[in-house]
C-alpha cells in the first residue's frame, strides 16, 4: 500500500522539526550521559555500528554506550535481562531511552526517521523471506516504531516482523504522530516502575 500523498516530505518535515525541538533538551542530557560514561570506566561513550537503511544502504548507528568496552567479544550479539556487560550507567540509560538519543544525529542525515521499523544488523537479512527484506527496507529505519510500542502493550501474540510490515502497510502522519505519543507513554511507565 502506497502512503498518502505528501507523506514523505512531511515526514521529512516532522522529522527535522521534531529534532529541532529534541536539542535543546538533548545537548545537556547527552553532556551529562557522556560524563557519567567516561566517569564509569573510561571508554569511549559512543557505540556505533553498521545497519541497513533505505534500499538497502548500510549506515553507521549511533547510541551512547551502555554495555563495558568489547562487550561483543564478552558474550552473544543480544542481550539478555541481567546481562553482566550492562554497566551501571547503560541500566539507567537504556531503562530511560536514552542510550538512543545520539539516534537524532542519524535522523538528521536523513539515514533514520524518528518513526520506522527498527534498522537491522546486515546479518539479519537472512532472518526474513526476501520479499520481506525487500518490504523491510522500502521504508526509512526509525529511532521509535510501531512495534517497539505495541510489543510492550499488546498481548495478542503477534511478532516484531508482523507489526513492522503492518506499520510499513499503514504509514501515514497520524500514525507516525500516535506512536511518538505511544513512545512517551511507554518510556514514562518504564521509569515509574
Known sequence: ?????????????????????????????????TIAILIEDRGAPFFGQTRIGLSGRPFRIWKFRSMVPNAANLGPHH????????????????????????QIWNVLTGEMSLVGPRPDTPVQEGDYPPDTWRRRISVLPGITGYAQVLLK??????????????YIARRSLALDLWVLWATVAVVLRRQNR
Open 153 to 166: 502493550t499488546d498481548l495478542s501474540g503477534r511478532s516484531r516482523t508482523d507489526l513492522d510490515l503492518d
Open 79 to 102: 542481550t539478555a535481562a541481567g546481562d553482566p556487560r550492562i554497566t551501571r550507567v547503560g541500566r539507567v540509560i537504556r531503562k530511560t531511552s536514552l542510550d538512543e538519543l545520539p
Open 1 to 33: 500500500m502506497t502512503p498518502p500523498p505528501g507523506y514523505r516530505i512531511l515526514k521529512r518535515v516532522m522529522d527535522v522539526a521534531g529534532t529541532a525541538l529534541l536539542l535543546i533538551p538533548a545537548l545537556p542530557i547527552g553532556l551529562a550521559v
